[in-house]
């Protein structure tokens, strides 16, 4: 056994040993239920003038002890922050004094105490009364190395809460983020609706999902890989401006931009195209970042961005053209763009025709290059079996996706209401699916159906709600904005 093994081994043991002596006096911690609180460490510190003197009563964990003979001092942390403590001998009586002495780093304590301020200027409680609400049995990672293993911080986020304050930061930043996003869409007259979770077919995008099996219809469903179908469902039905935020399900490869399980955003808006989702994007963008940074000049990992500058836009092709040097409008053939592709080093399945080539350059030579956020849009029909054509351009569509700092952060268009388009559309994507392509769609007749009876013009627009906390929060990772991220299980 290495020392370090064995060193931990003996403090649990002296953590349990200080738990069986209370409960066998009578005083089992967890046997308390509740402790009033009406205080926190900010309301001290920013409150000090109008507590300084008061009693007060606040509750939290303690983090660091400095034990003297007569007296000594510890910090607190709560929900808010840290806050000292004055314990002294001769304001709890020698007895309940000595107990505090034995009390470990770590341990959830309740205190009722005066609020003032040391010799040397810190804001403090003088502790009147203490007791132990909960006892820590495994100890704190040590002051000085804390939590640094990234793995091991996903996977003890609880640890990681009470070690790292400024991941806590990153957590109250999302919320804001979250409700921004709600109070702005409220405002502009959209009700939040919820959808299933669980779907008999996996529309509304392109992607692997998860497959279960609902024993008692004996049927196999997946979980959801996007809301678009249902959202789009209602709209038909005359609920003009809805949207939905929560949970989707992608089985796909992991990665610091890529989790099993994320949270999406998604609103669809009657008699609107893909030019509104546009500003509605940017205004969504924008006051989320205020709510959360109080400007729009941010910094995502060492790339400073200016949020309040209307976004560039350009289209898919001139895109390409621009930073590969390849024009697919003079393309005429797949062969052709195949070539092409084998040219540049671009690699393509047989299946994929000219705009499904445009594609695969645009994130190769494209997509890593875009830092300032860029609207790109009129993708072919070909990767957009769900958007409108273009009038002007019938092979491409009303359709756009945001980048920043090469990465996807939105996708919209001007849906796609044809029911005859869209019946041919899903045909061609089970021709793909049938072929190998396992995130094609499959054809969903009762949205079909739904189509028939009439949607009127749309817009529809869903954002990265994770992605964009990471670029709000200057997070590197989805793991870091994600409270529970998924981790393979310790074998």
Known sequence: MSDEIQELSELLKVRRDKLKELQEKGENPFDITKYNVDSNSRDIAENFEKLNGKVVSIAGRIMSKRLMGKASFCHVQDKEGRVQLYVAKDNLGEDIYNEFKHYDIGDIIGISGEVFETHKGEKSVRVNSIALLSKSLLPLPEKYHGLK??????????????????????????????????????????????????????????????????????????????????LKRL????????????????????????????TMMELYQAYADYNDMMDITEELIRNACMVANGTYTIYYQGQELDLEKSFKRISMNDAVLEYAGVDFKQIE??????????????????????????????????????????????????????????????????????????????????????????????????????AGDDEANMIDEDFLTALEYGLPPTGGLGVGVDRLIMLLTDSASIRDVILFPTMKPIQ
């Open 149 to 230: 293993d990234t793995d091991l911080r996903y996977r003890q986020r609880y640890v990681d809460l009470i070690v790292n304050p400024e991941v806590k930061e990153v957590f109250v930043k999302r919320s804001k983020i979250i409700k921004s996003i709600r109070g702005l869409l409220d405002e502009k007259g959209f009700m939040e609706v919820d959808t299933p979770i669980l779907n008999t077919i996996p529309g509304g995008a392109a992607a692997r999902p998860f497959a279960t099996h609902h024993n008692a219809l004996d049927i196999d469903m997946y979980m959801r890989i996007a809301p678009e179908l249902y």
């Open 235 to 262: 709209i038909v039905g005359g609920m003009d401006r809805v949207y939905e935020m929560g949970r989707m399900f992608r089985n796909e490869g992991m990665s610091i931009k890529h989790n099993p399980e994320y």
């Open 333 to 434: 053939t797949t062969p052709e763009a195949q070539n092409i592709a084998r040219e540049k080093h671009v690699q393509f399945k047989e299946t994929d025709g000219i705009g499904a080539i445009l594609n695969l350059f645009f994130e190769k030579y494209v997509e890593e290059k875009l830092i300032e956020p860029t609207f790109v849009m009129h993708h072919p029909v070909e990767i957009s079996p769900l958007a409108k054509r273009k009038k002007d351009a019938p092979d491409y569509t009303e359709r756009f996706e945001l980048f920043i700092c090469g990465r996807e952060y939105a996708n919209a268009f001007s849906e796609l209401n044809d029911p005859i388009d869209q019946r041919g559309r899903f045909e061609h994507q089970e021709k793909l699916r049938a």
